[in-house]
């Protein structure tokens, strides 16, 4: 039972470029949406998180989009650097203080330069 | 520095046997969590703790078992390995004590069941 679907599975960007990874939900208890970037032979590390009572967040070229009523929510890069190039994890959780988390299938991004 | 370890990092096992993965977390966090990485699948709950003497299943509890007797420790056993448990098993910590709501995660511990 996948909760949290996401899209691309891989997402191939030119340098300067937006990459846009989307995900959607289906547990409307979901109030915590965070995404994790993750680099080979390392863990996920949290990126930038959003909650429901707002549409956007943005944290330096990174932004989130959030669509309540449509249970989505994405992820833009905004002038995209070949380091980016690392697999994203969107994710949804309930309730707050770090419970636990379900996670999207995963986006391997690749920025060219 | 509060950190989160994993070890071993690497382990190769064969069909049948009982395999213990660590976790040890410095952070003095009360929740921690086992997720298993598999491609296609992102990052899957196993086993989560709230607290000492704490335990639940996640998602995809079978086969697994973990037990917390303090706060700094949630090891991770499967019973009698089988190869559709192949897979990168990451640990997470996260909880009130952190003042925020994310999960860190350790670097993971890559297991191989021949």
């Known amino acids: 039972q996948q909760q949290v679907k996401q899209s691309p599975q891989s997402l191939i960007v030119q340098k300067g470029g937006i990459s846009i990874i989307n995900c959607a939900y289906e547990n409307t208890a979901f109030d915590y949406f965070p995404w994790y970037q993750q680099f080979p032979g390392k863990g996920p590390a949290l990126l930038i998180a959003i909650r429901p009572d707002v549409s956007e967040k943005k944290e330096g070229r990174f932004t989130i989009s959030f669509n309540k009523s449509a249970k989505q929510f994405s992820l833009h890069i905004m002038d995209s650097q070949p380091g980016d190039s690392a697999t994203y994890f969107c994710?949804?959780?309930?309730?707050?203080?770090?419970?636990?988390?379900?996670f999207g299938q995963g986006t391997r991004l690749t920025i060219n330069p | 520095d509060a950190e989160i370890t994993q070890s071993p990092r690497h382990k190769i096992t064969e069909t049948g046997r009982q395999v213990t993965l660590a976790c040890h977390q410095t952070?003095?966090?009360?929740?921690m969590f086992w997720y298993r990485q598999d491609l296609g699948h992102g990052l899957r709950l196993i086993h989560y703790?709230?607290?000492?003497?704490?335990?639940n299943k996640g998602e995809v509890s079978d086969g697994y078992s973990v037990s917390r007797s303090n706060t700094e420790d949630l090891p991770l056993t499967l019973e009698s390995a089988a190869s559709s448990q192949t897979s990168v098993y990451f640990c997470?910590?996260?909880?009130?004590?952190?003042?925020?709501?994310?999960?860190?995660f350790g670097p993971g511990t890559r297991l191989t069941v021949l």
């Open positions: 703790s709230y607290g000492v003497q704490d335990t």
């Open positions: 952070w003095n966090h009360n929740n």
């Open positions: 994710a949804a959780s309930v309730r707050q203080g770090a419970q636990k988390l379900v």
């Open positions: 997470a910590t996260g909880g009130p004590s952190s003042g925020k709501d994310t999960q860190y």
